[in-house]
């Protein structure tokens, strides 16, 4: 297990750059090579690059090792970059008026979190994908669930803004997960998903995140 601090282009906010999996990280085109390789050293999975209308390709999908909901932001070009780059995977662009998907949605290898704005006709079709049970929340009176949780398979970093312990520990009920536990990221955001980037073989986490902030995020993750 591997935790290292990043940023790109003086941003800190790293998680919007990426998705990973235990399998596979999913990234736009012509990020840093600083970045690339402090992701493969940390990550330890194959890189996948796409041509991507935005940089924010964390903010636009969700992924495990069994598929992937994108946003209908990404083109069908860039759907066939990653169909050939991982023929085994399922790949699935929503039709959906909300753009930014990875905001709507948290994921394991065998849960999915959903927003109730999701239509409930795509989310078989999610779950087909994903190959999970389907469970639709909100949190914290929010649908930003995605941006308010960062989970692997063994963990989860949740807003500090959630303050109800019944929403805290229903979230490690409902995600089968080993740690939970409240953080903020890079020095006070309260957003985590946009901090951290993890699989269950390491982390990035945003250069400004402090010493507190790094701790408690590796006690979740990587209990």
């Known amino acids: 297990m591997s935790i290292e601090k990043s940023e790109i282009n003086g941003n800190p906010n ?5 998705v990973t999996t235990k399998n596979f990280t999913l990234i736009p085109e012509n990020l840093p090579q600083k970045f690339l390789s402090i992701l493969e050293q940390t ?18 999908a969700v992924a495990n090792q069994t598929g992937i909901v994108l946003s209908p932001l990404i083109s069908e070009s860039s759907i066939e ?17 909300y753009f930014a998907f990875g905001n709507l949605a948290v994921t394991t290898e065998s849960q999915t979190l959903l927003s109730p704005i999701i239509p409930k006709s795509t989310r078989q079709e999610i779950a087909d994908t994903l190959g999970t049970e389907i469970l639709t929340i909100r949190l914290h009176d929010s649908d930003l669930l995605g941006s308010l949780v960062r989970t692997n398979n063994k963990g989860a970093v949740v807003s500090p803004i959630v303050e109800n312990e019944a929403e805290i520990k229903n979230i490690s ?10 953080s903020t990221v890079n020095r006070g955001s309260h957003f985590p998903a946009g901090g ?5 073989k ?13 701790i408690a995020i590796s006690n979740a993750l990587f209990p």
């Open 14 to 18: 790293v998680g919007l750059y990426a």
């Open 81 to 97: 970059q990653i169909r050939h780059a991982l023929p085994e995977i399922n790949v699935l662009r929503i039709e959906f008026d």
């Open 202 to 214: 390491g982390a990035i986490l945003g250069i400004n995140c402090t010493g507190l902030e790094t």
């Open 173 to 182: 009920e409902l995600l089968h997960l080993k740690m939970i536990q409240t």
């Open 43 to 60: 990550l330890k999975v194959p890189i996948v690059k796409i041509f991507s209308e935005t940089t924010f390709i964390g903010a636009l």
């Open 196 to 200: 951290i980037i993890t699989n269950d």
